[in-house]
Nanobody, 124 residues
Framework: QVQLVESGGGLVQAGGSLRLSCAAS????????MGWFRQVPGKAREFVSA???????YYTDSVKGRFTISRDNAKNTVYLQMNSLKPEDTAEYFC??????????????????WGPGTQVTVSS
């Protein structure tokens, strides 16, 4: 089992940057596919990015070229560097972990563990 805690959210102006971190407990962090999702009130949770066990990276189209996901297995941490932020990036951001490595990384149902979330607000 793994516990996840996100940090790094906040209020930023459009065009600014934030780096989200997700710290994981446990000794098998490297075996998990790690994902970032986001959600705004009244809407479904949306896939943002994921990084595989061997470092393969995946992004939803709307963040490609602006967001970068990375992981540090020695620190049990996954990061989401968010640049050129837009008001439409405003959401609660969640970190998630998938132990079984489902090929459908964009489906939140495949992730077994979730953090409590961190709010990102981008002002125009």
């Amino acid at each position: 089992q793994v516990q996840l805690v996100e940090s790094g959210g906040g209020l930023v102006q459009a065009g600014g940057s934030l780096r989200l971190s997700c710290a994981a407990s446990g000794r098998t962090f490297s075996r998990y596919v790690m994902g970032w999702f986001r959600q705004v009130p009244g809407k479904a949770r949306e896939f943002v990015s994921a990084i595989g066990r061997s470092g393969g990276k995946y992004y939803t189209d709307s963040v490609k070229g602006r967001f970068t996901i990375s992981r540090d297995n020695a620190k049990n941490t996954v990061y989401l560097q968010m640049n050129s932020l837009k008001p439409e990036d405003t959401a609660e951001y969640f970190c998630a972990a998938d132990y079984w490595g489902s090929p459908t990384i964009t489906n939140d149902a495949n992730y077994e563990y979730w953090g409590p979330g961190t709010q990102v607000t981008v002002s125009s």
